[in-house]
């Protein structure tokens, strides 16, 4: 919950850097991708939720053209950009995620004016959690508002994503900014990523007396550059042998037929998103039907199918979801893009104590870094904070 303290001291910090106070304060979450991992841009289904840490941004218009950006995050400084050179070329380090959406907005005729903004935000950077789209979708919010854009929500999320892809060079899908802008509290966003349309799903994991721990490895995963676009390669690859336009269209019978006609590597990409599409739907329904507690075999089974079918965990992912699966949870599996970032453990709640400590354990034996470990809730969407 943001309080009001959040806001005033956001607003109290804006004031601070630029001599007056801001015109508004915008916030929008982190995301866990409860389940559904690389299955977005093979319009296929996820399950994401939004998490109790946000990125905020308070904004102020300007009268002329020039922008002034500033972030809590790692004493930066103050960036000065004119916004009539705006170009993808030109937007450098962190700053490619707001402007980029300004830029973006701009493409999609809306009329941009300077701004000052201020950043802070308590989503881990590079952890999976998106810290990237939750900047993306305050901005997007923020803007959207200041500058009498009037996009809905799923405008919107497509704004962040044009930005991410466009201008940042991630290759990535409208999970993360879905799961940011749509959802609401106490819910998972069920969301089939070839209509665009999405379903709130109830995900009362305290009444249920369950919690869902993250445990960022602190492995820091290279969105924009390498594997991620290898994998998304490899899928359009596999669509494109077996002639389907996107792998939604393959089903778990297929499959079979599928081993004769691909290469090994490819067709293990192709069976983890059809089997992934599974098990998104599958814990909708068991979501519906039993309560989160009986899905923890399914977020297993997606863990494994990264691993060995996708590739795309590591030796730190792996760690922590068989060490809570050895110390009472009830399933877990590496949440995100991969290659590093965080994984997520669904336990009671009494066991927390007991898998915290086995995971910080496991990870000083093994040698790694110690991890960061927190729980998080089903959280709200982007929205303006200070009305
Ligand atoms: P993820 O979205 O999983 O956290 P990304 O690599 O997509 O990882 O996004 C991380 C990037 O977002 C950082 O490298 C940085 O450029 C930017 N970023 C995130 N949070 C902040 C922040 N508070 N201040 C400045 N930049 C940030
Ligand atoms: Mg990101």
Not at 35 to 60: K, M, Q, W
Not at 125 to 147: P, R, V
Not at 247 to 262: K, N, S, T, Y
Request: overall charge negative; charged content about 20%; glycine content about 10%.
């Amino acid at each position: 919950m943001t309080t009001r303290t959040d806001v005033d001291d956001i607003a109290a910090a804006f004031t601070a850097h630029f001599g007056h106070a801001p015109d508004g304060v915008w916030s929008a979450p982190g995301r866990v991708n409860l389940i559904g991992e690389h299955t977005d841009y093979n319009e296929g289904f996820v399950l994401p939720f939004a998490i109790d840490r946000s990125a905020r941004v308070a904004v102020r218009l300007r009268a002329d053209a020039t922008a002034r950006l500033v972030s809590a995050y790692g004493n930066q400084g103050l960036v000065t950009v004119n916004l009539d050179t705006l170009s993808p070329g030109t937007m450098k380090g962190w700053t490619a995620y707001p402007l980029g959406v300004l830029w973006v907005l701009r493409q999609q005729g809306v009329a941009l004016r300077g701004f000052e903004l201020y950043l802070d935000s308590d989503v881990p950077l590079g952890a999976g959690l998106s810290s990237s789209a939750a900047i993306e979708c305050a901005t997007a919010l923020a803007f959207d508002e200041l500058l009498g854009a009037g996009l809905a929500p799923a405008d919107l999320v497509l704004v962040g994503q044009r930005a991410e892809n466009e201008v940042v060079g991630a290759p990535t899908g409208i999970l993360d900014q879905s799961a940011s802008l749509l959802a609401t509290e106490g819910h998972a966003v069920f969301l089939d990523c070839r209509s665009r349309e999405s379903t709130l799903v109830p995900l009362d994991l305290a009444a249920a007396g369950l919690l869902v721990l993250v445990v960022d490895t602190k492995v820091t995963h290279r969105h924009a550059t390498g594997d991620y676009a290898e994998r998304r390669a490899s899928c359009e690859l596999g669509a494109e042998v077996l002639g389907v336009a996107s792998l939604r269209d393959v089903d778990a019978e297929d499959l079979a037929e599928a081993a004769g006609l691909l290469d090994g590597e490819t067709y293990r990409r192709v069976r983890h998103i059809v089997t992934e599409n599974r098990r998104v739907l599958a814990t909708v329904d068991v979501l519906g039907t039993d309560g989160p507690a009986a899905i923890g075999d399914l977020l297993t089974a997606s863990h494994a199918s990264m691993r060995d079918d996708f590739e795309i965990s590591c030796p730190e992912l792996d760690l922590a979801v068989d060490t809570a699966l050895a110390n009472g949870a009830l399933g877990a599996r590496m949440t995100g893009g991969g290659f590093g970032g965080s994984a997520i453990a669904l336990l009671p709640a009494a066991g927390e104590p007991t898998v915290r400590a086995a995971v910080v354990h496991a990870f000083a034996a093994a040698g790694f870094t110690a991890p960061d470990i927190f729980a998080v809730t089903a959280a709200a969407g982007a929205r303006r904070l200070d009305r």
